[in-house]
């Protein structure tokens, strides 16, 4: 056996990336094992458990482009309907853009380049929350991530005066995916576009004109049949869609959002560092190619407060920012290669960075499987399992239905009632007791029922009592 043939072919840079991908690949599905769902999670589900006519209905009616749902209903239909498959489904396209993307990058720019882009995508926070969430974020940031990878390569071209009709296209495919999976997927896409009609009304080259205006003309042929199902589903939605309010405090949080990892120190340094470095790029005019992909995600901030002002109401939270995550870490990974450079390829600051990348990434990590592999939904379902009858009912009162929106999933067949009508459930009638609505329990012996206590069960983020009610 050549033993050093080995070692060769391992420290070869494209054996580095292979590897760490692969890496990535089995740490994004370690965490899909487990049916540990939020409200968000188990409404996506719940839907697409439907028939292909419900979906199509409960789709339209969403606010949502419909990429995830149809996606997802098929792969159902051929694997079998499980939280497992859907958080396979969810987990596929951060898998693709560590290996796509990081190929791509070091072809575009070189191993350091791609090898730190390769490790933000395993260790920045919410890639490995969002990766798994039954939700269409994850595609969302494939979208982005890849359109931002061609993005390099445009302006690759733009500077040289040339046109690349292969980055062109996968750039303009990339961006109509993004329309097709997620309103901010497209914003941030549509981002890339603005910069690039900057970019090259300052070069003033023709034929730069020429191929966007083809790639856009193209870009809004293949949107329009979303653009008709976004119209119909604003109008519907347009009475009742409305987030959390915003303000300047929240636009502060919103900022530092890409760098939350629950540490605020941790957090703190990383925000320091790749600000340091976009502020340095900027004084030293290193990349620009870095500092437009960085300042994606905050053009998509001011866009969703902008258009949350317009309307009078808030629509836009931190986690649309989701899809523009990978956008602003190819950002990073090249304004960071760029800095060590200058440096004259200092070990010390690889090091520092290298560390850094280390420590979140096992953080994040570390969040990530706590949350998903939490206790409390085996217990709950070895309870309902044992104990449930296809006749059972249950009363639940609470601010925002999140809890009966998840027993949707987990026990479709549970039939919600109210007071009123609890004497037509013929099997068990239990109560969920949940915070602030104690008061309601009291109602039970006015209807005729004795309440006998259960247990507590939680969740994901939910908890709540449990009551047996007896009738009297």
Known sequence: ??????????????????????????????LIYNDNLWVDEAFTASLIRGSWPEVIRDTVADTLPPFYNFAGKFLTEIFGYSSLILKLFSCLPMI?????????????????????????????????????????????????????VFFTEIIDGTDSGSVNRSSWAAFTMFTVFSGYIHHFALIASGMMWLIILIYITVKKEASLFRSFAVSLMLFLILYLPCLFLTVKQIQNASSYFSMSPLSFGTLLSDIRYPFVTHITILSAVLLILAFAAAVYSLLKGLSI?????????????????????????SLFTARYLSPALPVLWLGAAILFDCVITTFNNNRYMITILIALIVITGTVDY??????????????????????????????IFEDNYE?????????????????????NIQGNLWFFETDGFKKELDKAEKYGYNPIYIGDFSFDRYSFSLYRLERA
Do not use: Q
Not at 366 to 395: C, Q
């Open 403 to 423: 809890i009966e929106l998840c027993f949707r999933y987990y026990y479709p067949e549970l039939k919600k009632t109210d007071w009123e009508n609890a004497g």
């Open 1 to 30: 056996m050549d033993i050093s043939g080995i070692k060769k072919r391992l420290s070869d840079p494209v054996s580095i990336l292979f590897i760490t991908a692969l890496f990535g690949s089995i740490l994004y599905i370690s």
């Open 96 to 148: 693709l853009l560590i290996f796509l993307g990081g190929r791509r990058v070091f072809n575009t720019f070189g191993f350091r380049t791609a090898y730190f882009f390769e490790l933000f995508l395993l260790s920045m926070p919410y890639f490995f929350h969002y990766a798994v969430e039954i939700r269409m974020y994850s595609w969302g940031m494939f979208s982005c991530g890849m359109a931002a």
């Open 366 to 395: 570390r969040n990530a499987y706590i949350s998903e592999y939490a206790p409390g939904v085996e217990n709950m379902k070895a309870f309902f399992d044992d104990n449930l009858t296809p006749r059972d009912g249950y009363l």
């Open 289 to 313: 190619k870095g500092l437009m992909l960085f300042s994606v995600i905050y053009l998509t901030l001011l866009f969703g407060y902008g258009v949350s002002l317009a309307a009078g109401k």
